[in-house]
């Protein structure tokens, strides 16, 4: 990619970035769109801020500290932002020493212009590509990737302390929550005598006489779903249709056939009431049947304190470790129930199906992606669409397009693998949702490294590569050496592209409001239905833990060799950082919280891209014919020691409740009932107002 | 190794072990032996069974149940017959298919003949080497790789029942032991204020409030225990002495300097009472200090229900998991105090560093032993020791040589190594002496594998074979499938002589028998002193389960490569299994008991010898150019699967305790204070009667 492609590409990006954050000053200040910008505080009952000066947001996310955060927003959202806190100052520290001292020394070295034979830029230049074989200059490239070290797992030890106090503050706040008292129990023995409930009562009785309360086993629930499923559309309908009679006094009609387009035209209120009056009933029966009959091999048992629930979900229960698995149980809106009742062998081969077809998926996604980089081409898309060719003639929007092709075409294609990593994640039979969404996320980061970092550096060479691959493993050290100098570039642009678009984006949400607007205007009748339209999402952790990660794994691996691409990097994660806590603040609501449990798996990967710029070094210097390569070995064994003892020391309490933490006193602590009534699946809680009258009283309970 | 040489050595081992059967016949017959021949049955007071006809003890050995060698010798022996057994029924399976059909195929065929390069015996006829290239015989072969990891699986899965069968009967048996109340705490860390005692108590107060009883601090006992060691040793002295004085009358003398050969001389009675009245006050006053000032980082904690400290033993303390860490607490007798105060961090160190030694040894151990082997091959030792050559020119002594002494040097050789594998162990931090045992066991295994196996089959090729693995790692399974079917006989002849005279010289005893009563007549005095002459060791489980290991290795690698290894081996276990069943009844008394944990171990093993073979098949499938060597894939991906399964269900109830059986009944409930007891070292024991009469009422209490 060459110079001028490069600086068009990053002007652009410029230029749509101000653009969204002038729209967002503007259009943030209207009241009207204050749902759009400002949904957490007003779903919290706080006022959005006065709107005084340029840019107050910034203001505001910068001056508020981890605690406010934590408190507005939870524990995972602060524990993101210190990963994007992380990764900015490894990339600053870093920066600190490489850009002043790498950069002159390879800009003023000679080996590309001695050297006939390799095609460069004057970009290419400023990288360790320039330095010429044995070089005395080599020296301080080896002390950077020492540097390089030192100052990743500073800012990780570091940032492990700041997260395992944010999370003992936080399990040990003064307000209990249900999933404290709460332990999940899966493979449940199936038994011949007696139901599946009085099993689990007798059981835990036995094991745990003075502190177990009560259980709550899971049940085949589909058919009441169903039932409630269809119930709640008609509730929802009708209050539509009321809303539009006491709009505009008529009573709204539709055809009640397939669609609404075949069939008879009924009274749009009656029909509903109607429907509504006839499935009650059938719903109360099938609440009732499935306590009789459709029990399944899996319950959330729940003790009468947070210590013994705590002890009770690390203990094996029984001497056949396959039977009475216990672990923490989730929140209540994060359990996943269809996946509980899975029992443990069908787990075992779902989860080996996901992971061969997975690790299939990673390796051969780069046929497709190489076959579309190269149909996509402008020269092809000029070849087979020739009617574009008076519009990509011209040389502004012909510089432009081929600046942003083939990044865009990347960006599009791998919008579509998300969803389907998590309905693979889903399939493996995962308990929480937030433990799938983190699963997605993993195999997400595994395919970006592959397919979009290796793939892109390896993609003029790629079937040589695979071929010398199979051959020998431990050429990949060189081949990485020899061809990730030469994509600088492209990865600067995408990167730049990534932060000032997509970001730009964020914070503007210019495609949420313009679709609120719309759906105001010409869909919603009552305010529930106006209430789902601006509802914001939470984090988008599935996909932008990922991207983020992506990104400072290029830039590790390239800190050393392409000290040039620390910049962007520093501006994406600063800014990243700024905006996010608006989000936090003000737009995003989490529907579940898993307590920062991401951390681990994030301070692994980042000491992955650590590892994986140690080796690609050791190949660099062996390339350039580095005199003292033994020296560049320590590195990657400290690493991998820090990795061991980190994980010693920390991991285990981020998936179990350390008993410190259980005995803390608490204020407030809720009672049996409630915590019951907060785990009970929604299609089965008897009372519910389907009509806005209570009928119930007179119906039968189940 | 030729024929006659190889018929010569399995008949002088059937000599040998003729011999030793009869002497052993006769000598147990005898009254004065029976405290060789019967120690375990006398230390519990039953009487030798009488002497009836030709070899009683095959007849009750054969005869008793395993709940009765269960209730005698405990869990880890019953545990070792299972082992035992599963090996012999492991061979015996599959010596079904393998014996009647390989090895007719495998002699009538023509390779060897035909293809004159290679050199043969008619051994090497009977086994897969003779098969023809492409030849459709080869399918006989692929039926029986399958067989074989049938029968393993189907065999090991039975005996993983039965040995969580016999563990849960042991656990919850109806005497409950100080163990099962105990908890062993590490990692304790450090405080300003107060003592470790009183922050443990604080700790555990606070997290069992109704549980936790009391704790022992580990502390440093290293003076009590010297001067404790030297009042041991002047009591029994004392003894030795008065025993003398009762026998001749004369009282005894004794230069008191160097080694009893300078100084003065002194009467030795009245010597000993004076040392040990002077050192039994500064064994009090090192006692008080112990608990004052050298209380370290570890302790035992104790509560007052099972189920506690087994929820206790398994629960996060603290949210660093490298502080408080917890675990079951090993029995009384198997702690290894000196490395319970060692922290996570050494810990960790010294297992990285054992381990990297001990793998360099592993690799490079085949150096000395290959050059052993060239050394003392009969011609380089008659070039050397010229005396030795009328001895050795005889035919029949040449012969027995000839066919002996690598087998000898390898046996003596390897016989240096488990001491320093026990102490490597030791070095490593472990906190419980089984533990340790199990260890420096598994080291032994990898050794002998690498070493014995892989390096006798590679031994002619030896620097060939590890240059080309350096290039080529994948090389292994071809040079393993060229080299193994070459060695069958050596290893034939190795096996043969194991148990032919390793198992001889275990039932007779001779060696013992010959110490004791060397010892009895000129060196023991009191009764005390007897005792300890015919004191009967543990099973040497450090030594003689790798070795049964790596029998079990061989023979697996080889059931379908060279089937006439099978007779062999089903003899070797089956004689085995009697022999060792007669040693549990009559003979060991095992120091501590680890209730079977070395069972996933074995386990473990075994499959691993059971992949080592498919994966060897593969390879000289693919040299015999059978034309399906795809259908060969499926056995190791079952035993990966099975493998993983069988770890996921059972491995954990191995390492800590069910709460299922900690939660049955018991008859008999420890008070604390005989717990309290029962872990208190020996040398910090208040009351200790050292002279014989009761003089420390007048002492002061520590």
């Not at 749902?35 to 508020?64: C, D, H, M, N, T």
């Not at 797992?153 to 399990?171: E, P």
């Not at 003029?460 to 691959?469: I, M």
Request: glycine share 4%.
């Amino acid at each position: 990619m060459d110079i001028s492609g490069f600086v068009t590409s990053i002007i652009t990006s410029l230029s749509i970035f101000f653009v969204l954050l002038v729209l967002h000053a503007w259009l943030s200040r209207q009241s009207r769109n204050a749902v759009i910008y400002y949904p957490s505080k007003l779903l919290k009952g706080i006022a959005p801020p006065p709107q005084q000066g340029f840019f107050p947001w910034v203001r505001e996310a910068w001056s508020v500290s981890d605690d406010q955060i934590l408190q507005h927003a939870g524990l995972d959202a602060t524990v993101y932002m210190i990963f994007l806190s992380s990764a900015f100052w490894i990339c600053m520290y870093t920066a600190f020493f490489c850009l002043p001292v790498l950069l002159p020394l390879s800009v003023t070295d000679r080996y590309f212009e001695s050297n006939s034979k390799a095609d460069f830029t004057n970009f290419d230049k400023a990288a360790m590509g320039n330095i010429a074989q044995k070089s005395p200059r080599l020296w301080a490239f080896a002390i950077a990737d020492y540097w390089l070290t030192i100052c990743t797992l500073f800012v990780l030890w570091k940032s492990y302390k700041r997260v395992m106090d944010l999370r003992l503050r936080d399990q040990a706040s003064f307000k209990a929550k249900p999933e404290h008292f709460a332990v999940l129990v899966r493979d449940i023995p199936m038994v011949s005598i007696g139901s599946v409930e009085e099993e689990v009562d007798r059981f835990f009785r036995r094991l745990h006489p003075t502190t177990y309360e009560t259980c709550i086993v899971v049940s085949n629930v589909s058919e009441a779903r169903k039932l409630w499923a269809e119930l709640e559309s008609y509730r929802r309908r009708l209050a539509h249709a009321e809303a539009v009679y006491d709009q505009t006094n008529i009573r709204p009609k539709h055809k009640s056939g397939l669609l609404g387009l075949l069939g008879q035209t009924v009274d749009s209120i009656d029909y509903y009431k109607e429907q509504i009056e006839r499935l009650i009933p059938v719903l109360r029966v099938a609440q009732s049947e499935v306590r009789l009959k459709h029990q399944q091999g899996a319950a959330i048992v729940i003790f009468n304190s947070r210590s013994a629930a705590a002890m009770a979900a690390q203990a094996l229960h029984s001497e056949h470790g396959n039977h009475w698995m216990t672990m923490p149980a989730p929140e209540p809106g994060d359990v996943m129930w269809d996946n509980l009742p899975i029992a443990f062998v069908q787990r075992t081969i779902r989860q080996l199906a996901v992971y061969i077809f997975v690790a299939i998926t990673i390796l051969f996604y780069m046929i497709p992606i190489a076959l579309i980089s190269a149909l996509i081409s402008l020269e092809n898309l000029e070849k087979r669409l020739k009617f574009l060719k008076p519009i990509t003639q011209q040389p502004e929007i012909r510089t432009v397009l081929q600046a942003f092709l083939p990044q865009i075409a990347l960006i599009v294609f791998l919008a579509l693998l998300p969803m389907m990593l998590l309905k693979l994640s889903q399939f493996e039979g995962i308990p929480a949702r937030s433990h799938i969404t983190r699963a997605a996320a993993g195999k997400y980061f595994y395919f970006n490294v592959f397919n979009v970092f290796l793939g892109v550096t390896l993609a003029g060479t790629l079937f040589q590569s695979l071929n010398s691959l199979i051959k020998d493993p431990t050429s990949i050290v060189s081949l990485l050496s020899e061809s990730l100098p030469k994509q600088a570039t492209f990865f600067i642009s995408f990167i730049a592209l990534k932060f000032l678009v997509g970001y730009g984006l964020q914070l503007s949400r210019i495609i949420p409001l313009i679709i609120f607007h719309l759906r105001k205007k010409f869909l919603c009748k009552t305010e529930e239905e106006i209430k789902d339209a601006w509802a914001p999402g939470a984090f988008p952790y599935a996909t932008c833990i990922p991207s983020d990660m992506l990104i400072l794994t290029i830039t590790i691996c390239y800190a050393v060799l392409a000290p040039a691409i620390l910049p962007f990097t520093i501006i994406y994660f600063g800014l990243g950082w700024i905006l996010m806590r608006n989000q936090a603040l003000n737009v995003m609501v989490s529907k579940f919280e898993s307590g920062g449990r991401f951390w681990p798996h994030l301070h692994a990967r980042i000491l992955a891209a650590l590892l994986l710029a140690q080796v690609t070094m050791l190949g660099y210097f062996g390339i350039k014919k580095f005199l003292f390569v033994p020296l560049i070995i320590p590195p990657p064994i400290a690493t991998l020691i820090f990795a061991f003892l980190c994980k010693k020391s920390y991991y285990r309490s981020f998936s179990v409740s350390p008993l410190v933490a259980s005995c803390e006193d608490v204020k407030e602590v809720p009672s049996t009932e409630s915590i019951v009534k907060a785990y009970m699946p929604e299609c089965l809680i008897p009372k519910r107002d389907f009509i806005g009258k209570s009928d119930f009283e007179n119906q039968e309970e189940s």
